[in-house]
């Protein structure tokens, strides 16, 4: 079975600092990893996404994430943080095959210091 | 030109009342699932429609049953609420086959008193 793990409840960066959310998957096959965005009060947005090719994948909000098959990681990185970024992550798996099941990490809230 | 729409956005009810949560999508996607986030803001799937036919089914009690009337509609019917079932309920939906990404709505946040 496939599970995501993000081993950060919590993180606090300063605005303008660089960010790296963690994010590590267990599945059998090929993953297709997902980040998604949750604002408070709102659904979820889709960031980016990794189905093959290219490791390094770019985003919207000027969101990437780099894809490590040996580390069974899928981090999300950022160059430079703003305020609004302040939100919780969601790092998911897909299964494939029928059904497009997601699974999703436990999430990252994000909170930026002006 | 809400792509992934819930209504009601809040309920509050009382334990053992029976409640329905509508979701509509205007994107085409033939694929439509409902979440459940509990109060620790983790997220897992409970159903999944595929052109109106239910494709999973995440072992979730049978007081829920949702329905799809067509592609475009997946409504959710929960009997006997349970304390236990206040959450945050989102309705997604995607182009089926494969991993496409899913749409999400803004959830429905369904408070048992």
């Known amino acids: 079975a496939q599970s995501v793990t993000q081993p950060d409840i919590h993180i606090t960066v300063s605005e303008g600092a660089s960010l790296e959310l963690r994010c590590n998957y267990s599945y059998g096959a090929t993953p297709y990893l997902f980040w998604y965005v949750q604002s408070p009060g709102q659904g979820l947005q889709l960031l980016l996404k990794?189905?093959?090719?290219?490791?390094l994948v770019q985003g919207i909000k000027g969101f990437e994430a780099e894809f490590k098959r040996s580390q069974s990681s899928f981090n999300l990185r950022k160059p430079s943080v703003h305020w609004s970024d302040a939100a919780e992550y969601f790092c998911a798996v897909g299964a494939g095959g029928g059904g497009n099941k997601l699974t999703f990490g436990t999430g990252t809230q994000l909170k930026v210091e002006l | 030109d809400t792509a992934v729409s819930q209504t009601p956005k809040y309920l509050v009810t009382q334990m053992g009342n029976d409640k329905s949560i509508k979701c509509e999508q205007n994107?085409?996607?033939?694929?439509m699932y409902w979440y459940k986030q509990d109060s620790k803001k983790f997220l897992k799937i409970m159903f999944s429609y595929n052109n109106k036919e239910l494709i999973i089914n995440e072992t979730v009690p049978n007081r829920f049953s949702p329905k799809s009337p067509d592609k475009a509609h997946l409504n959710l019917h929960i009997n006997s609420l349970e304390l236990g079932d206040s959450a945050v309920y989102f309705c997604?939906?995607?182009?089926?086959?494969?991993?496409?990404?899913?749409?999400f709505g803004d959830g429905t946040r369904l408070s048992i008193l």
């Open positions: 997604a939906s995607s182009v089926g086959g494969g991993n496409q990404p899913q749409h």
């Open positions: 994107l085409g996607h033939d694929t």
């Open positions: 990794y189905f093959s090719g290219d490791t």
